[in-house]
């Protein structure tokens, strides 16, 4: 079976964690792929001129910063959608939902903020 490419900034991030893991690489592959697919559809739906809003997490496998918002950027683009913006928003950690816990768990210490990505169709 021959495997679908990304595109080319997306393929050099997953190419530095294949280098590491490759279990995790394939796990974070079939991430991109499904989030292409919902942008896709989303990109089907949606009126020309109006916009798609995406809010996800930074994540870092095996010392590897995936780049997650910047990665699904450069997906939606080959879309065919207008990055308009990406930005960062603190989490407050009293109004987050989260693993109970006292604020030492390790999810809990990286979680700080998220990312937010404007996407508009032209």
């Known amino acids: 079976m021959k495997m679908e490419m990304l595109p080319e900034y997306t393929e050099s991030i997953l190419s530095s964690l294949m280098a590491k893991d490759k279990k995790k690489e394939a ?13 896709r559809e989303m990109y089907r739906v949606l009126i020309p001129g109006h916009y ?3 809010v ?8 590897v910063d995936v780049k997650t918002p ?6 939606a683009r080959t879309l065919g959608f207008q ?8 989490l ?11 604020g030492n768990t390790h999810i809990e210490q990286r979680m700080v903020a998220e990312e937010v ?3 508009k169709k032209p």
């Open 27 to 39: 796990v974070l592959r079939k991430y991109y792929m499904e989030m292409r697919d919902a942008m």
């Open 52 to 54: 798609a809003i995406l």
């Open 56 to 63: 996800v997490g930074t994540s870092i496998m095996r010392g």
């Open 70 to 75: 910047q990665c699904l950027g450069d997906i």
């Open 83 to 90: 990055l308009e913006a990406i930005q960062s928003r603190e």
């Open 92 to 102: 407050d950690r009293d109004r987050r939902m989260m693993p109970f816990g006292n």
């Open 117 to 119: 990505i404007i996407l």
